[in-house]
């Protein structure tokens, strides 16, 4: 089957630097790569889907200029937090589609 | 009122028995209805995907869908520990482009 990856898995930053996480289908191309966000005991809720080549479109009430995606090829997408916060702490998920949307295994991250 | 309800739960049964998920939905325009299972701090995976009304079954899994109603369910027969997870529905008016989601479901079975 389709396998998505995401990388790190798990990572802890300082409030106020920059962090980067990547998702990469291993096995296949996806034109269109989703980004979501969920916290503890919620669903999974959206922040943009990207598209490979144009800018990502982004969920009302994410700030585009705050998390940054680059969907540079058809296996690669990056979302980078910038300037993070314990509030954007959150368990980051993002899935690849090609006929259906298969997803990574997630990134925590912790903001101190 | 949210386009999907779904009771987080948790659900707590005991081994073997038959579990019953739902959701309701208040969109007309839904017909691809998804239900994915989600293990603790990882990804969703896609356990059934149902078009428009009727059911589906695969082994132990059966999808039931009723449009008239806006509720879907899922059936988990002969439930094992390791289905311990959270189950969520998810659904859309067109392919499984863009999801709705629901809350997701807690499910814990006893052994």
């Known amino acids: 089957g389709a396998v998505v990856s995401q990388h790190p898995s798990w990572v802890i930053c300082k409030s106020g630097t920059s962090v980067k996480i990547e998702c990469r289908s291993l096995d296949f191309q996806a034109t269109t790569m989703f980004w979501y966000r969920q916290f503890p005991k919620q669903s999974l809720m959206l922040m943009a889907t990207?598209?490979?080549?144009?800018?990502?479109?982004?969920e009302q009430g994410v700030e585009k200029d705050k998390f940054l995606i680059n969907h540079a090829s058809l296996t690669l997408s990056t979302l980078t937090v910038t300037s993070a916060h314990p509030e954007d702490s959150s368990f980051y998920i993002c899935?690849?589609?090609?006929?259906?949307?298969?997803f990574g295994p997630g990134t925590r991250l912790t903001v101190l | 009122q949210k386009e999907v309800e779904q009771d987080p739960g948790p659900l707590s049964v005991p081994e073997g028995a038959i579990v019953s998920l739902n959701c309701t939905y208040s969109?007309?325009?839904?017909?691809?209805f998804m239900w994915y299972r989600q293990y603790s701090r990882k990804g969703p995976e896609l356990l059934m995907y149902t078009y428009s009304s009727g059911n589906k079954e695969d082994g132990r899994f059966t999808a039931q869908v009723d449009k008239s109603s806006k509720y879907i369910s899922l059936f988990i027969r002969d439930s094992q520990p390791s289905d311990s997870a959270t189950y969520l529905c998810a659904m859309s008016p067109d392919s499984n482009y863009q999801l709705i989601w629901g809350a997701g479901t807690k499910l814990i079975i006893k052994p």
């Open positions: 969109n007309s325009a839904f017909q691809y």
């Open positions: 899935s690849a589609y090609t006929n259906e949307q298969f």
């Open positions: 990207s598209n490979e080549g144009s800018k990502a479109t982004y």
